[in-house]
């Protein structure tokens, strides 16, 4: 008796948006949206320069941004979940990328060899976990107030000012090694999102490159600007 070979096993196709061009599509979005908003943070930072009055009423304003249309604290929790999703997706995408290279290299090369890969680059894994860390710690601190530096202000000048005098030199420590992070971070993924959203090529290469350093410059500068300047008493 001839027995026939049952057919072949149809194979389901991977769905694209588990693909490494999909996730690494993620995470350029994701973390595009992530440099938007610090760099309208560090925006609204340097309102500290202005006095208490304008910081105060700049905070003030972002509870009611958007009234009547949202309500109050509308525009602030609508931003926080695209945020904390965006944070998610990003995360997620690192972390699957990263367990496919190793999977699809196990056992680390017998010799190492310089490249051409920055610092940042190399770095970006426990840069995002300093991030992650360091986010946790500034909520505590400015939003929820959970972790008190130097008492409990109802102003939000007040509290910025006294976190950063020189006796609690460790908050700003803490801050520098944070932006630090932040700037390498930024730097590398500026570029990396740009190759993987297709508008980086040899021609504009180079301005790319130096776009990315200058929001990485710009961020590190103007964030850091607030708070050194609180430290060596020129904002009080």
Do not use: C
């Not at 990003?90 to 990263?98: C, D, I, K, N, V």
């Not at 060899?113 to 976990?129: E, F, H, K, L, P």
């Not at 992070?181 to 090529?201: K, P």
Request: charged share 15%; aromatic share 14%; net charge positive.
């Amino acid at each position: 008796m001839v027995t026939t070979p049952a057919p072949p096993v149809p194979t389901v196709p991977r769905r694209a948006r588990y693909t490494t061009v999909a996730l690494k599509w993620a995470m350029a979005i994701s973390g595009i949206l992530f440099v938007l908003f610090v760099l309208l943070h560090m925006y609204g930072n340097l309102k500290a320069f202005s006095g208490q009055e304008a910081f105060d009423t700049y905070a003030e304003s972002l509870r009611d941004l958007g009234y009547p249309y949202l309500p109050h604290m509308g525009f602030l929790w609508i931003q926080r979940v695209v945020l904390l999703g965006a944070l998610l997706v990003h995360a997620g995408a690192a972390f699957t990328l990263w367990r496919r290279a190793r999977t699809a290299r196990p056992q680390r090369y017998l010799e190492t060899r310089r490249t051409a890969q920055t610092y940042a680059s190399r770095t970006m894994r426990w840069g995002g976990v300093i991030l992650l860390a360091f986010v946790v710690f500034h909520i505590l601190q400015f939003t929820t107030v959970t972790i008190e530096v130097g008492g409990s202000f109802e102003s939000p000048y007040e509290r910025l000012v006294t976190a950063f005098q020189p006796e609690y030199w460790w908050v700003y420590l803490t801050y520098l090694v944070a932006i630090a992070s932040l700037a390498m971070h930024v730097r590398h993924g500026v570029w990396s999102a740009l190759q993987t959203l297709g508008t980086s090529d040899r021609t504009r290469q180079a301005a790319f490159n130096w776009l990315a350093y200058a929001v990485a410059a710009a961020l590190l500068v103007g964030f850091m600007l607030p708070p050194t300047a609180i430290l060596l008493g020129f904002v009080n």
